[in-house]
């Protein structure tokens, strides 16, 4: 059965500090895997994307993340972070007709 | 230009009571979704609607039917309303039903069934 785990529920960096959010997937062949972000209030908006190809992949707002199928996993990454990054962040992954979404991560900004 | 949009964006009412909710998307997309985000913020898919035609259904109780008028509207009505169905509920597009394609969600409904 497909799934997706984010290990951390919230995580909290300095302002300029880097940031790195975790996933781990479970799926039978290639996923498809999407980072979402959703600002407080507001609905899920596409941070980045892998369908295949090129297995580093760069988003908006100067996120990436890389694919490793080794270890089942598509972290996301911030070599910045800035005070509006603060949010809250899924990793999904897709195929078939369905995504499955994580729990969610939180990202706290401290000044 | 609001990609997707949602009416209303916060909705109380009280138990036992028959509510809507309406999803309008102007992106030409065949594909639309339901999501449940409870209070833990997990999103959990309830309906997909491809070309107006149910393609997924989550076993979701039968006190939710959605209703697609035409490709461009996914309404969702909750007959009986519990205590459970607080959460927001969020509509979403696709140009098509696939994994692959990314998502565009509307800013959602915060339901309170008081």
């Known amino acids: 059965a497909q799934s997706v785990t984010q290990p951390d529920i919230h995580i909290t960096v300095s302002e300029g500090a880097s940031l790195e959010l975790r996933c781990n997937y479970s799926y039978g062949a290639t996923p498809y895997l999407f980072w979402y972000v959703q600002s407080p209030g507001q609905g899920l908006q596409l941070l980045l994307k892998y369908l295949s190809g090129d297995t580093l992949v760069q988003g908006i707002k100067g996120f990436e993340a890389e694919f490793k199928r080794s270890q089942s996993s598509f972290n996301l990454r911030k070599p910045s972070v800035h005070w509006s990054d603060a949010a809250e962040y899924f990793c999904a992954v897709g195929g078939g007709f369905k995504t499955i979404f994580g729990a969610g991560t939180r990202l706290f900004v401290k000044a | 230009d609001t990609a997707v949009s949602q009416t209303p964006k916060y909705l109380v009412t009280q138990m036992g009571n028959d509510k809507s909710i309406k999803c309008e998307q102007n992106l030409g997309h065949d594909t639309m979704y339901w999501y449940k985000q409870d209070s833990k913020k997990f999103l959990k898919i309830m309906f997909s609607?491809?070309?107006?035609?149910?393609?997924i259904n989550e076993t979701v109780p039968n006190r939710f039917s959605p209703k697609s008028p035409d490709k461009a509207h996914l309404n969702l009505h909750i007959n009986s309303l519990e205590l459970g169905d607080s959460a927001v509920y969020f509509c979403?597009?696709?140009?098509?039903?696939?994994?692959?394609?990314?998502?565009?969600f509307g800013p959602g409904t915060r339901l309170t069934v008081l």
């Open positions: 979403a597009s696709s140009q098509a039903p696939s994994g692959g394609n990314e998502q565009f």
């Open positions: 609607y491809n070309n107006k035609e149910l393609i």
